[in-house]
């Protein structure tokens, strides 16, 4: 298995590309190890790589005006993660993005993406799905925000993200579900 073998495998499930466009196409990649607490993209950068996580789990954070850190997604292993609006906006970044573990990356410059976009033969229908997974993602986080109470999203929690609960700090848990680490504490024992 190749660094690039499970990006390709995902990449071939959405598309039809081959063997050669993938080559290419890698050829402005890199993969990279991050460790676990690091900072991948940091808040007020103008984001210029898309990554794609062999291994490990992300997590994106807001903070707020008063310093607090909210996680509003966890990002792991075959997802490609990035902060998309300030990437495709080329403007600072608004959110964070750090590694909760140890992490490995395929990292795809800017310079890759525009390449895919215009040389791939399926590059746009790429580009095309994967926007239309993270805006039905986000769709669903806003609508599970307000619609559900927090043990529904406690319980539904682990279909988004498998195993989150056994990788993820409850504290950061608790924030992606906008309740206190108590509250969560209290639907855990309640879940026994």
């Known amino acids: ?29 890199s993969v990279k190890k991050i460790s676990k ?21 992300l997590r994106v ?21 990035a902060d998309y609006s300030c990437f495709i906006q080329q403007i600072p970044s608004i959110y964070t993005i750090q590694a ?5 990356v395929v990292v795809l410059p800017r310079k890759a993406v525009e390449w895919g976009y215009k040389n791939l033969t399926e590059g746009e229908k790429l580009g095309r799905i994967i926007a239309e997974f993270y805006l039905i993602y986000k769709d669903n986080r806003i609508m599970n925000l307000y619609s559900r109470t927090p043990k529904e999203r406690y319980d539904a ?5 498998p195993n989150i609960h056994n990788r993820a700090p409850q ?22």
């Not at 909760?100 to 490995?104: H, R, V, Y």
């Open 171 to 192: 504290h950061m848990i608790a924030s992606y579900l906008g309740i206190t680490p108590e509250h969560l504490s209290r639907l855990k024992k309640e879940k026994v």
């Open 1 to 29: 298995m190749n660094k690039y073998s499970r990006m390709e495998a995902v990449i071939k499930e959405m598309i039809n590309i081959s063997g050669q466009e993938i080559d290419d196409l890698t050829e402005y990649c």
């Open 100 to 104: 909760i573990e140890p992490t490995e």
């Open 37 to 57: 607490n690091e900072i991948v993209s940091p808040v007020d950068y103008i984001p210029n790589d898309i990554f794609f996580i062999n291994t490990g789990l």
């Open 61 to 81: 954070i807001l903070t707020d005006k008063e310093g607090n850190n909210h996680t509003i997604h966890f990002a792991m292993e075959n997802q490609f993660i």
């Open 157 to 161: 929690i682990g279909e988004v993200f």
